[in-house]
Structure formats: C-alpha cells, structure tokens
C-alpha cells in the first residue's frame, strides 16, 4: 500500500521561505509524475508545480513561476518544493500528489492518483 506523507510546513514571514518534502513508502514504484497542489480556506485546490520523474521536466503555475523550485530525490523516493519569496496569498494547505501510469499530467487534480495529508503553510505580512 503506497503511502505520500508531506511535511515542511509552518509559519513564516513575507519574504520568507519554506522547503516542503513529500516521502513515498509501501508498494512504490516509478511514478510517472507528481506535483504539488494548494488549497486555501473557501478556494478549489490548485496546482503549483509539476515534475515529470523520469525526465525531470518542470512545469509551474504562474502565480510561483520564478520563486517556487520543485525536485526530487530518486534514491530517498523524496519530492521536494523549495519555496522563496513567500507571499501572504502563498498561505494555504499544501499536497503532493503521484500519477503511476501515463497521461496527462497537467496541474489538474483529477490527474492524480495518490495524494498526502496535507501540511500547512501560513505566510503573514
């Protein structure tokens, strides 16, 4: 049974940062892509980031494009999101998520199969 547990979050400062990681365990095996997805109280969860695992290409959305990096470590079945610049628009509940198969892996969460707890982060001005 495969398992995404996210962790990293907190309470931070305008202009600071936050690393976020996410750790696979139980019945893992190469993903096709995983990304990050945010979810703010009365707002629709929305797709941040993107990587596809076995090219390692990145996709982001605008809102983060340029201060948000994501990346993994093969080795530690580990993703990570390296978060700079924080905004307090930036404050909400954020998940990883993993697709197994091919397909689409646009920032839609319907795309993705497997998703963690959730870790919050909160920036304040």
């Known amino acids: 049974q495969v398992q995404l547990v996210d962790a990293g979050g907190g309470s931070v400062q305008a202009g600071g940062s936050l690393r976020l990681s996410c750790a696979a365990s139980?019945?893992?095996?190469?993903?096709?892509?995983m990304g990050w997805f945010r979810q703010a109280p009365g707002k629709e969860r929305e797709g941040v980031a993107r990587i596809y695992t076995g090219s390692g290409n990145t996709y982001y959305a605008d809102s983060v494009k340029g201060r948000f990096t994501i990346s993994q470590d093969n080795a530690k079945n580990t993703l990570y999101l390296q978060m700079n610049s924080l905004k307090p628009e930036d404050t909400a509940m954020y998940y990883c998520?993993?697709?197994?198969?091919?397909?689409?892996?646009?920032?839609?969460?319907?795309?993705?199969?497997?998703w963690g707890q959730g870790t919050q982060v909160t920036v304040s001005s």
């Open positions: 998520a993993a697709r197994r198969s091919g397909g689409s892996c646009s920032l839609r969460a319907t795309n993705f199969d497997y």
């Open positions: 139980g019945d893992t095996y190469s993903w096709y892509c």
